[in-house]
């Protein structure tokens, strides 16, 4: 079976830091991979999604970005943290078509 | 993208039949229609999807109207552990994402 794994699950980082999000899946190949963010109270935005190695697609503008180095592993960066970067951060994969999406446990990011 | 119409919340009692409503008039013909949820501080989890028939799985079942402008998720016996936000979605293929809404949030009364 398949299996998500996003680290850390909790982060507290100063405005300006740099970021790296580390999302890995197993027991499937050349899934389709996303990640969202969830502001408190809101609901989940798209903010990259890739359908295979070194393909992002970027879905709104913003202070983020996306790699895809390997065929299971998808990576969320920033080079300088702003406050408004902050909030609960969801990789998930699927098979592509219209199959569903399965979701990680998501990073919960603080910015101080 | 196609949207979707959800109570903002809803209540039931445990071990109860619950029947959560979703409009989508503006569907078209190739969007499937996905219901995801979401226990607090949790990644949403996927629950059910269908695209013109009711379909039924261990966790649900989905009743999809014949217009296809509305479906219902249907949990037949509602424990404490079902109380989450539910996120009724319309899939498309084509461009792979998900439009997640606001959803209904289900309160379970023991």
């Known amino acids: 079976s398949q299996t998500i794994h996003q680290w850390p699950a909790t982060l507290v980082q100063p405005v300006g830091s740099p970021l790296s999000l580390e999302c890995t899946v197993e027991?499937?190949?050349?899934?389709?991979l996303y990640w969202y963010r969830q502001a408190a109270g809101r609901g989940l935005q798209l903010l990259f999604y890739?359908?295979?190695?070194?393909?992002i697609s970027s879905e709104v503008p913003q202070n983020l970005s996306a790699s895809r180095p390997q065929d299971r592993q998808f990576i969320l960066s920033s080079k300088k943290l702003l406050l408004s970067d902050s909030g609960f951060y969801l990789c998930?994969?699927?098979?592509?078509?219209?199959?569903?999406?399965?979701f990680g446990d998501g990073t919960r990011l603080s910015i101080l | 993208d196609a949207k979707t119409t959800q109570p903002n919340s809803m209540e039931s009692n445990e071990e109860e039949p619950v029947h959560l409503p979703c409009n989508h008039s503006t569907i078209s013909g190739t969007d499937y229609i996905h219901w995801y949820r979401q226990l607090p501080s949790q990644g949403p989890e996927y629950v059910i999807h269908g695209l013109t028939s009711n379909v039924n799985n261990r966790m649900a079942s989905l009743a999809i109207a014949e217009d296809r402008k509305s479906s219902t998720l249907i949990l037949h016996r509602a424990t404490l552990r079902d109380a989450a936000v539910y996120y009724c979605i319309l899939f498309s293929g084509n461009t792979g994402k998900l439009i997640f809404g606001q959803g209904t949030t289900l309160q379970v009364k023991p």
């Open positions: 027991g499937t190949s050349n899934p389709n």
């Open positions: 998930a994969w699927s098979f592509g078509g219209n199959q569903p999406q399965h």
């Open positions: 890739s359908v295979g190695i070194g393909q």
